[in-house]
């Protein structure tokens, strides 16, 4: 028998995970096609050993997980854990028994396996979120709500979150070292750490971010397919989830990227999406596609807040590895991102540019041409209008071309701001630490001269 989605029951279903991140009309489908079920105490679920694939939702009542016949955990409805699916894992690694009567949902996993597709956008307002509830977890409903998570399908975002194990690390413990092979990708349940990098073996640290609850790292090494670009330290007592190499690539990357060759590129260019290229300062000025503005990848996390939401951008690298981890940077942070696909070394070089198509640099004014009203052309007639609209055409086309020039040129600007501001700080930050050691000398120093011996 189908479930009213106004009922007590459909709300109760609503807020089940990943059920809540159904758009609106898959999930009246789904409730139509739901029967609830009632089991007494001490009926049998399933068995440790099944290989049933169907997922099992408590709605009422209370189950105990079983092994041996010894219970070592209760299950209690409308609790944090009864909005996950009852042991889902196949074949059962343990009994489920009713440890009370109960009423309870039978899922195919088959039916929750539908993306948040463009026809569906306009019900992403209309989705239920389930809200913290007092002193429960608020990393699951972040989750919920980041643009990465919210584009996936149901059955990945299920899969996802009984795939995360638990980790914890005291104050001052590496969870990542730069230079090491990415093998998990992480997000803070609780604490605080520190994401510092080091441009070369020898040069200072530079701290780059503060991270919290609820905030992710460790996708970048999984994504380029290069070592760790940055060092991750504890400040307080963390609790970690994560999620292994393998299920980040399966269960999210590729559902997340969308890739373009350089053909469908060069039309969204022109439609006015911005090309942005992650590789280093020297390999853009050494060459690089036109129109592309450079924007390292070790630069970019602090740069992002600069770009137009609004604005799509492609973003390219030399093979494609790293504009992956770019990309999927922008997506978190709601901007549109697609990638060249095989990056620069997929274009044929005669379509490399190579030197700067559009350079600024410090001290060096940058001129745009204004097109110029066109002289010494005497027609009359039909062909002078014709002429004169051919004209205003190609004026149009000009001063759009400009407006793009001026906005890439602003956005670069921008990108220069936040990169010159960056190091700002740190100079600022050194200069404070050098002052407080010339007092210290300078205090020892008088010392020394009171008391010669």
């Not at 889902?88 to 109960?102: E, F, L, M, N």
């Not at 913290?132 to 998570?149: Q, V």
Request: net charge negative.
């Amino acid at each position: 028998m189908a479930v009213d989605t106004s009922s007590d029951d459909g709300q109760a279903i609503r807020k089940l995970v990943p059920i809540a991140n159904l758009a609106t009309p898959h999930f009246e489908s789904l409730c139509a096609q739901i029967t609830i079920q009632d089991a007494a105490r001490n009926d049998i679920l399933f068995k440790r050993g099944d290989v049933d694939p169907h997922l099992y939702y408590l709605l009422h009542g209370e189950v105990s997980f079983q092994a041996a016949g010894l219970s070592f955990e209760v299950v209690k409805s409308e609790t944090e854990s009864a909005k996950f699916a009852l042991a889902h894992q196949v074949p059962r690694k343990i009994d489920a028994v009713a440890r009370s009567s109960i009423r309870y949902i039978k899922l195919s996993a088959s039916l929750l396996d539908c993306p948040l597709t463009q026809t569906y956008e306009e019900e992403i307002s209309s989705m239920v979120i389930i809200e913290p509830e007092e002193n429960s977890d608020d990393w699951m409903t972040t989750l919920l709500r980041s643009p990465i998570f919210q584009k996936l399908p149901p059955a990945n975002l299920q899969k996802i979150l009984m795939s995360l194990e638990e980790v914890i690390f005291e104050k001052g413990e590496t969870i990542l070292r730069q230079g090491d092979s990415g093998d998990y990708y992480y997000l803070i349940k609780s604490g605080q750490c520190l994401l510092t990098r080091k441009p070369s073996e020898h040069a200072k640290e530079i701290k780059l971010a503060l991270l919290r609850d609820s905030d992710t790292f460790g996708e970048d090494s999984i994504l380029s397919e290069k070592p760790r670009n940055v060092t991750v330290t504890a400040l307080t007592k963390l609790s970690l989830l994560r999620l292994s190499k393998d299920n980040f690539i399966n269960l999210i990357k590729k559902p997340s990227l969308r890739y373009v060759d350089y053909e469908q590129m060069c039309l969204e260019v022109k439609q006015g999406a911005l090309l942005l290229d992650v590789r280093s300062t020297e390999a853009f000025n050494s060459h690089h596609l036109e129109d592309s503005l450079s924007a390292p990848f070790f630069t970019l996390r602090m740069q992002v807040k600069t770009l137009n939401r609004n604005r799509p951008v492609i973003v390219v690298c030399n093979n494609g590895k790293t504009s992956e981890a770019a990309a999927f940077l922008l997506l978190k942070n709601k901007i549109k991102a697609s990638i060249l696909d095989g990056g620069i070394e997929n274009v044929a070089p005669t379509l490399v540019k190579s030197a700067a198509s559009f350079a600024i640099d410090d001290g060096v004014e940058t001129t745009f041409v204004v097109p110029q009203k066109t002289v010494g052309i005497s027609v009359s007639g039909p062909e002078k209008e014709s002429a004169t609209e051919i004209d205003k055409d190609a004026v149009l086309e000009k001063l759009q071309k400009d407006n793009t020039a001026l906005q890439d040129a602003n956005d670069r600007l921008k990108v220069m701001y936040e990169q010159l501001k960056q190091e700002k700080e740190e100079a600022d930050r050194e200069f404070r630490m050098l002052y407080r050691q010339t007092e210290k000398l300078k205090s020892i120093l008088n010392a020394m001269k009171k008391n010669p011996e």
